[in-house]
């Protein structure tokens, strides 16, 4: 622990090797999203109830709804209410030290900017699952949105402290697993008859493979900069572990273990599971070239020797974690 009014030298590193990235992560936000006008919206997916025959087209998805499996509509939902805390997710990127020390929300900063942009095109994910599951009439809307509410009081927090090295990894991690999440819905939506659905997952997994990309690509510039400061911050996140964004859903409520139920439910559906967690890490490993890093002092080289062997256990975790052979529905009618 820090004792108050001592400088947290590696801290104060960090922040500085983060206003260098300034530029970079500008261009991200004119290269990597999208403007305003020429994104897709959430009405591009919708029925509009201008229509004349819009009754007919209401009945047409709820037809082709039917035939989602309970256990994926759960799932769904649960995706659902991850996406629309957003509040949390910005509030979160916002108290990272070094994101906005002019503390301006209108600050030409490529951080700053980012940080808008990025969450505006998180938004539309939340609006359009939101709007989608209402009009299906099979999701009890009420429960769903007491869960919405209780987690944006509850809150969030990956225990990444305001190191933005670690957040920055947090990050990378997170848009990928839910890029996985949503491809995995879109393709059982398919299965299940509901091609619309499945569209609607494809194109926001598009969005979070966006950001990823984004995001992974910031973790590469610190890699170069500072690949001793990069290597400790991802240790020190994997061996706190991944929270997910949604896991205070339950907390405080009448059924606490809500959220542990509906990760039971991801987990035996494979929308997202113990493989994709471990298969996630390989990934970053491989793609920051962490096993060929060279020239690392003492306490990296041994967080080499921790991340290069990280994704096999979690690889045998997986294997040995049986699929729950009875798992409990939430939200639905
Ligand atoms: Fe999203
Ligand atoms: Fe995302």
Not at 42 to 48: A, E, G, I, K, M
Not at 201 to 219: L, T, V
Not at 241 to 255: H, Y
Request: glycine content about 8%; some cysteine.
């Amino acid at each position: 622990m820090m004792k108050s009014g001592e400088i947290n030298y590696e801290l104060e590193k960090n922040i500085e090797v983060i206003s260098q990235l300034d530029g970079l992560v500008g261009e991200a936000v004119d290269n990597i999203l999208v403007d305003p006008d020429k994104c897709w919206q959430p009405s591009d997916f919708l029925p509009d109830f201008g229509d004349p025959d819009i009754h007919d087209q209401v009945k047409l998805l709820q037809q082709r709804s039917e035939g989602i499996p309970d256990t994926v509509l759960t799932s769904l939902v649960g995706n659902m209410i991850t996406e629309e805390a957003l509040p949390s997710y910005q509030t979160y990127f916002n108290l990272l030290e070094g994101i906005n020390p002019e503390r301006n929300l209108l600050s030409p900063s490529g951080w700053v900017r980012w940080s808008k942009s990025w969450t505006a095109e998180e938004n539309r994910h939340g609006d359009l699952l939101n709007k989608y599951l209402y009009m299906t009439g099979r999701v009890d809307m009420k429960a769903v949105e007491q869960t919405i509410h209780r987690l944006l009081t509850n809150g969030f927090d990956p225990n990444t402290g305001g190191d933005p090295y670690q957040a920055i990894v947090y990050t990378s991690f997170q848009e990928r697993a839910t890029k996985v999440s949503h491809v995995n819905t879109g393709k059982l939506a398919d299965i299940a008859g509901d091609p619309v659905l499945g569209r609607i997952c494809k194109q926001i997994a598009g969005d979070e493979a966006r950001h990823e990309k984004a995001y992974k690509s910031f973790m590469s510039a610190i890699f170069e900069i500072d690949p001793n400061g990069a290597i400790l911050a991802f240790e020190k996140l994997m061996r706190k572990q991944i929270v997910m964004p949604a896991v205070l859903m339950g907390e405080g409520g009448s059924n606490p273990s809500l959220f542990t139920e509906f990760s039971a439910i991801t987990q035996k559906v494979g929308i997202y599971t113990g493989w994709d967690y471990a298969r996630i890490i390989e990934h970053l490993v491989d793609l920051w070239k962490i096993e060929s890093l060279t020239g690392l002092n003492d306490v990296a080289s041994k967080a080499q020797d921790y991340l290069v062997k990280l994704a096999d256990r979690y690889m045998r975790l997986a294997d040995r974690m049986k699929a729950p052979e009875e798992v409990k529905l939430a939200w639905l009618k």
